[in-house]
């Protein structure tokens, strides 16, 4: 049987990756004394592997496909610009927190003398992105040294480092070690990825772009919520003019020709206070149910 070796990532993104996976149909089960979780899809090997090494090994060959961050795989082809690019499927946007996307800051003590990176010449600066840290101070011309940092680096500065490159969803960990960002290198975001030699062979291609739609229609319905409701057309107007949708209501006519169903997707966070005023505009049989997937 044909299958498709997966990378997925280990580390701060691996439960809400195993997580994404649940909603998109595949049973990831993780064993913390096993670097190859199991799947109930027998087209699948998958392999924990570090996001920051996921592009590496996808583009050696070593793994087919894997998901990880922009922000490693411009690592990988800062440090590599002979090789092929890598091949992006789709956009992932989730975080280990949120939905979202991720950004690599550039961040200094906050009764620190330094404005903008041109201040710290001269200067250390702690990060574990370090390739595109120095292409970004090398394309301002500004000689520092970059170090690497094997984590905890908010911690680094003032005495360890001047400065600090590091990721952040909030800025609240930053924020409670005292430190201001002064400018944003990149922002980053999963990305499930291959190489060529993968996208040749049509069969894996197919599985790839498979797995990418179901993983987008997870991600689309994180937070929404299906509602169906019945209601008499004379108050149809008034029910319609509550409910958004991801394009327009379905309307469809029941057994009285007086009343009609009307099932609609909504933002969960919306749901208690809609439901009240659907009851009041005539809406009847209120029911709200969770989504898995919607696919655009």
């Given at each position: 049987m044909a299958t498709l070796r997966l990378g997925i990532p280990k580390g701060s993104l691996q439960d809400a990756t195993v997580q994404l996976f649940a909603r998109a149909g595949f049973t990831l089960n993780v064993n913390s004394r096993s670097y190859f979780p199991?799947?109930?899809?027998?087209?699948?090997?998958c392999m924990l592997i570090r996001a920051q090494e996921m592009a590496r090994y996808v583009a050696d060959g070593v793994l087919d496909?894997?998901?990880?961050?922009?922000?490693?795989?411009r690592e990988h082809e800062v440090g590599h610009p002979e090789e092929p690019p890598l091949v992006s499927i789709?956009?992932?946007?989730?975080?280990?927190?949120?939905?979202g996307?991720?950004?690599?800051?550039?961040?200094?003590?906050?009764?620190?003398?330094?404005?903008?990176?041109?201040?710290?010449?001269?200067?250390?600066?702690?990060?574990e992105l370090v390739r595109v840290t120095k292409a970004y101070f090398?394309?301002?011309?500004?000689?520092?040294?970059?170090?690497?940092?094997?984590?905890?680096?908010?911690?680094?500065?003032?005495?360890?480092?001047?400065?600090?490159?590091?990721a952040t969803e909030t800025g609240s960990t930053l924020r409670a070690n005292r430190l201001r960002i002064i400018d944003t290198l990149m922002e980053?975001?999963?990305?499930?990825?291959?190489?060529e030699k993968t996208l040749a062979d049509s069969w894996k291609e197919t599985k790839l772009d498979n797995i990418?739609?179901?993983?987008?229609?997870?991600?689309?319905?994180?937070?929404?919520?299906?509602?169906?409701?019945?209601?008499?057309?004379?108050?149809?107007?008034?029910?319609?003019?509550?409910l958004p949708a991801l394009q327009r209501p379905t309307i469809s006519p029941l057994s009285d020709q007086e009343w009609v169903a009307v099932n609609t997707i909504i933002e969960e966070r919306t749901v208690r206070d809609l439901i009240p005023r659907l009851k009041l505009a005539g809406g009847q049989g209120i029911v709200e149910y969770p989504l898995n997937k919607i696919v655009l």
């Open positions: 199991t799947v109930d899809d027998p087209e699948l090997e496909a894997g998901l990880t961050g922009q922000d490693w795989i789709c956009d992932l946007i989730y975080a280990k927190q949120s939905f996307k991720v950004r690599w800051v550039l961040a200094v003590p906050e009764d620190s003398p330094f404005q903008r990176a041109e201040d710290l010449a001269g200067k250390t600066i702690a990060t090398d394309a301002r011309k500004v000689d520092v040294d970059v170090e690497f940092s094997w984590g905890a680096t908010e911690v680094k500065p003032p005495v360890l480092a001047d400065a600090i490159v590091e980053s975001n999963t990305q499930l990825i291959a190489n990418a739609l179901l993983l987008k229609a997870a991600i689309e319905a994180h937070g929404r919520v299906g509602l169906m409701l019945n209601v008499r057309r004379d108050d149809l107007t008034a029910v319609l003019a509550l």
